[in-house]
């Protein structure tokens, strides 16, 4: 797989975490069942995927 091709979205505004839910602002342009990245603020990521996405919140399970 030639990884030059992946693309990069970034959200910061976490406003929820439980359990292995993330609930963040909406992120533009991820779609449902994308596979993300989470990185948490103790540097370590952890793969999740997006579960629901709506305008004004996307939740990531990881």
């Known amino acids: 797989m030639d990884f030059s091709s992946l693309y990069v979205k970034e959200g910061r505004a ?13 992120i533009p342009g991820i779609k449902f069942n994308e596979i993300v ?3 948490l603020m103790n540097g370590e990521v952890k793969s999740g995927q997006a579960i629901d996405i709506s305008e ?6 990881y």
């Open 37 to 39: 990245d989470v990185e």
């Open 56 to 61: 004004e919140a996307t939740v990531v399970q």
């Open 14 to 26: 976490i406003s929820k975490a439980k359990g292995s839910l993330l609930i963040a602002e909406s």
